[in-house]
Protein backbone atom coordinates (compact mmCIF):
# COMPACT_ATOMS: atom_id res chain seq x y z
CA UNK A 1 0.00 0.00 0.00
CA UNK A 2 2.92 2.47 0.92
CA UNK A 3 4.01 2.90 -2.74
CA UNK A 4 0.56 3.65 -4.00
CA UNK A 5 0.32 6.17 -1.21
CA UNK A 6 4.00 7.53 -2.29
CA UNK A 7 2.73 7.61 -6.03
CA UNK A 8 -0.66 9.63 -5.11
CA UNK A 9 1.40 11.71 -2.99
CA UNK A 10 3.92 12.62 -5.73
CA UNK A 11 1.11 13.09 -8.01
CA UNK A 12 -0.46 15.82 -5.97
CA UNK A 13 2.77 17.40 -5.74
CA UNK A 14 3.95 17.67 -9.99
CA UNK A 15 -0.01 18.76 -9.90
CA UNK A 16 0.55 21.48 -7.28
CA UNK A 17 3.79 22.82 -9.17
CA UNK A 18 2.18 22.42 -12.54
CA UNK A 19 -0.95 25.03 -11.35
CA UNK A 20 1.85 27.37 -9.47
CA UNK A 21 3.75 27.71 -13.05
CA UNK A 22 0.93 27.73 -15.24
CA UNK A 23 1.77 24.71 -17.18
CA UNK A 24 -1.02 22.02 -18.57
CA UNK A 25 -0.48 18.80 -17.31
CA UNK A 26 0.62 16.54 -20.08
CA UNK A 27 -2.02 13.73 -18.84
CA UNK A 28 -3.63 12.07 -21.38
CA UNK A 29 -7.62 12.38 -22.04
CA UNK A 30 -10.38 11.09 -19.77
CA UNK A 31 -10.83 8.34 -22.66
CA UNK A 32 -7.28 7.11 -22.66
CA UNK A 33 -7.84 6.87 -18.38
CA UNK A 34 -10.49 4.77 -18.83
CA UNK A 35 -8.68 2.06 -21.14
CA UNK A 36 -6.24 1.62 -18.87
CA UNK A 37 -8.84 0.84 -16.34
CA UNK A 38 -9.88 -1.61 -18.29
CA UNK A 39 -7.05 -2.62 -18.95
CA UNK A 40 -5.95 -3.26 -15.08
CA UNK A 41 -9.47 -4.78 -14.49
CA UNK A 42 -8.95 -7.34 -17.43
CA UNK A 43 -5.53 -8.05 -15.51
CA UNK A 44 -7.50 -9.66 -12.91
CA UNK A 45 -9.36 -11.45 -14.14
CA UNK A 46 -7.59 -14.13 -14.97
CA UNK A 47 -6.33 -14.84 -11.31
CA UNK A 48 -9.22 -14.22 -9.99
CA UNK A 49 -11.15 -17.24 -12.43
CA UNK A 50 -8.07 -19.41 -11.21
CA UNK A 51 -9.08 -18.65 -7.94
CA UNK A 52 -12.96 -19.40 -8.11
CA UNK A 53 -11.90 -22.53 -10.34
CA UNK A 54 -9.79 -24.22 -7.75
CA UNK A 55 -10.40 -27.06 -5.82
CA UNK A 56 -11.06 -26.95 -2.45
CA UNK A 57 -7.74 -27.08 -0.05
CA UNK A 58 -7.61 -30.21 2.11
CA UNK A 59 -8.02 -27.58 5.43
CA UNK A 60 -11.03 -26.03 4.32
CA UNK A 61 -13.03 -29.58 3.17
CA UNK A 62 -11.99 -30.85 7.29
CA UNK A 63 -14.96 -31.05 9.16
CA UNK A 64 -15.38 -28.80 12.19
CA UNK A 65 -15.30 -30.37 15.41
Known sequence: M???????????VIGIVYSLMG???PAPPVIALIGLAGILAGEQIIPLAKR???PATAAS????P
Request: hydrophobic share 50%.
Open 52 to 54: LAA
Open 61 to 64: TQAE
Open 23 to 25: VRS
Open 2 to 12: KPYLLSLGAGL
